[in-house]
């Protein structure tokens, strides 16, 4: 479909962190440059050291000190570049933060003049009247029927009750069990009464 | 001498062609001389993929001790490809849209496009993504020599350029020209085409 997003516009400070990070990073390739420098400054000085050329192996040494108080400088100044770098960015994070908090403030204003007192107060007026009006036709529907109307419903309403009641009970005829005729004699107090005499007879060993 | 596949210290596993002396030879039948050439720019940038390796030369036939010895040459069976042999599969390659010759109109060195550039451009915008960039001016320097290594590192400017032109037109990158050079703002467009 056609183009959705539109592609932002370069700004000034677009432009600005670009040509920071382009100074980084010519920083950076001179560092390497020095970083290679070094170690060649101290493989001469090995290979000196190696033929006996004392003074050679201390000339290339010196070299070396004074590369590598180069790339400490450097250093620094990548450290300050960097941290411009981020500091514009921070900024630009923060523009936009507070132009989020902007828009919200306008959006929350735009809101609340939709919401002012009196608007409410009328809705919920208006509101309370509708609700008024709902209850009355309701009334008025439910009274259209007449009181025969209405115990005929009634009846009918009894007849089912009692054809989901009583037609269930009809059919199954209530059984309960006669009462016993004779008295019953507990069997299991005979049992007790033989048990410890056999208990007490001894054990032979 | 048996044809079987065969693991170079690299750790790339050469297919048992390698271990083929007519392999590195260029064949007068044209049928199996295009199915040798294919098997070679295969053999070429898988074996370029795995070491990372985005350029080859038409002298790298003859220099011992560089990077593409392990392919270029089989010493297990004496042979090696020689540099016309080499040049012819280039153009090959060339004309199957698998490298481009960098510089142009020269036919000597080329970057290798083991992945074309719609994927690099895939690669690219999916790690500007991951790594929170969206948004930010990027430096092509610091794209393809990144602090942390990433898939980008040491991708050749040529191919970086035409990927990032690729997300340009898929309104998915935006270029930013200053004196000094160029950067790069990667936008976070719509995937979908």
């Known amino acids: 479909m056609g183009g959705g997003q539109s592609v932002p516009k370069i700004t000034k400070q677009d432009r600005a962190i ?6 980084r990073d010519k920083v950076k390739q001179y560092q390497k ?20 050329q004392k003074d050679r192996a201390l000339l290339a040494l010196r070299r070396r000190k004074y590369q590598e108080s180069l790339l400490s400088k450097t250093d620094g100044q990548l450290e300050n570049l960097e941290q411009l770098v981020s500091t514009i960015e921070f900024s630009l994070v923060e523009v936009s933060v507070l132009h ?5 403030n306008e959006v929350l204003k735009e809101i609340h003049k939709e919401l002012n007192i009196e608007n409410v107060e009328r809705i919920l007026d ?25 115990e005929a419903v009634q009846a009918e309403l009894r007849e089912l009750q009692s054809e989901a009641l009583g037609v269930g009970e009809t059919e199954r005829p209530i059984t309960l069990p006669s009462v016993p005729e004779t008295t019953p004699v507990s069997k299991a107090q005979e049992a007790v009464e033989e048990q410890p005499e056999r208990a007490r007879v001894p054990v032979a060993a | 001498m048996s044809l079987s596949p065969h693991t170079t210290p690299s750790g790339f596993r050469l297919p048992s062609i390698h271990a083929a002396p007519p392999f590195f030879t260029q064949q007068p039948n044209p049928a199996t001389q295009a199915v040798a050439t294919e098997q070679w ?19 790298d036939a003859q220099t011992t001790g560089g990077d593409w ?15 016309s042999y080499l040049a012819y599969i280039l153009e090959q390659m060339e004309r199957s849209c698998r490298l481009a010759f960098d510089p142009p109109k020269q036919s000597i060195s080329a970057v290798l496009y083991w992945r074309t550039p719609e994927e ?34 040491g991708v050749p400017m040529s191919i970086l350029r035409r990927a990032i032109n690729l997300l340009i037109k898929s309104n998915r990158a935006q270029l930013i020209a200053v004196a000094d050079g160029e950067g790069v703002r990667f936008l976070n467009g719509s995937t979908s085409k």
């Open chain 1, 18 to 23: 670009l040509e920071l990070k382009l100074q």
């Open chain 1, 33 to 52: 440059k020095i970083q290679t420098v070094l170690d060649r400054e101290h493989e001469i000085a090995k290979q000196c050291l190696a033929t006996g």
């Open chain 1, 100 to 104: 989020g908090l902007q828009q919200g």
């Open chain 1, 126 to 150: 208006e509101t309370a009247e509708a609700r008024e009006v709902q209850r009355e036709i309701g009334d008025m529907l439910a009274n259209t029927l007449s009181m025969e109307d209405e």
């Open chain 2, 41 to 59: 720019s295969r053999l070429i940038l898988s074996y370029a993929k795995h070491r990372n390796l985005f350029t080859i030369k038409v002298e």
């Open chain 2, 69 to 83: 010895d392990e392919i270029l040459r089989n010493d297990r069976i004496n042979r090696k490809l020689n540099t």
């Open chain 2, 120 to 153: 690099w451009a895939e690669v690219l915008h999916e790690w500007a993504t991951s790594t929170g960039q969206l948004n930010t001016i990027l430096t092509f320097y610091e794209i393809i020599e990144p602090p942390v290594p990433s898939p980008l590192s």
